[in-house]
């Protein structure tokens, strides 16, 4: 095939992957498809708030410009991951109890992080993961010490730290219409309604083979109808391992089916998918005895998954 970002380019979106810098020093086949095939670049951990900031007013830029640099290096954008999150973050921030401190901190971090970026980023994840599945708040540190306000706040900050970046509100279980979508759902319309800045949405989808939302279209384009645009940024679909012909036959249908819901809204703007090959992801270590999830097997030999995303994408 052609490079895919070409494809997803003829269609005004892009193609995506999760990155992670040391993997393309140690590992040429990894690198090669990195700078080929895709258009957009998150950074899987190095722009997360315990390794740009692990001690307070400590900055550690090394591994998010190292991201930076190789976007920019291959004509990529760079997606930023991510602002606020209860996770990955260190204890220093993860125990202040006092809302005006608490509120500082969060401020000055994504001042610090936003704007040392300023105008490198085309999106941010700007709060991620603020809900249960019931769609209540998560009790983070930020929700507890702070309350509902601090979304926000989050959000007005980033908005006056990189004015050109777009804010996106980002979490998981999000992909059908269910109780959490339908509260990130209320909280865009709130945002719209009131002119706080949002600018899209995104939805993490980390699938189960056999388990693409009947409604994810659907979801995805309620969140359009908003205003909103969305973006799937985090797309694996695991399965048991070692992996049976018949679910990687599955996952293949499972991967189209969300390209062509993507494709078919005006206002999904791009996959990201999380990771490259399976040897990295993240899945065997979070759920025992699954992985499998990449279009790329540990070896780098393709899955069927990956013919049917380049096919939605029309890659000659
Ligand atoms: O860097 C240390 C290394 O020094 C140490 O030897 C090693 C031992 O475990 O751990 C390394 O840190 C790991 C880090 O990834 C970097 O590889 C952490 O243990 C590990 O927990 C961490 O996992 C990441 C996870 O987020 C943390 O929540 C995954 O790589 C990353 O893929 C995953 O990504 C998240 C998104 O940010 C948000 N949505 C869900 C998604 C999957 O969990």
Redo the contacts with the bound molecule.
Sequence with gaps: YEPLRDAAERSGRYFGF?Y?PHLAQQDANYRAIAEREFSMVTA??TM?WESVQPSEGQFNWSGADAVVDFAQANNQEVYG??LV?H??LPGWASNISDPTRLSTVMKDHINAVAGRYKGDIAYWDVV??AFEDNGTRRQSVFQRVLGDGYIEEAFREARSADPNAKLCI?D?STDAINSKSTAIYNLVRDFKARGVPIDCVGL?S?LIVGQVPSTYQQNIQRFVDLGVEVRI??LDIRMNTPASQQNIAQQAQDYKKVFEACWAVDGCNGVTI??ISDQY???P??FSGEGAALPWNSDYSVKPALAELAQVMGAT
């Design positions: 999760a992670a899987e951990n997360k991951h991510t999150w996770s990955q991620n993961e980002n998981y993490q980390h940024t985090e999380w990771g992801s993240w899945i270590d979070v």
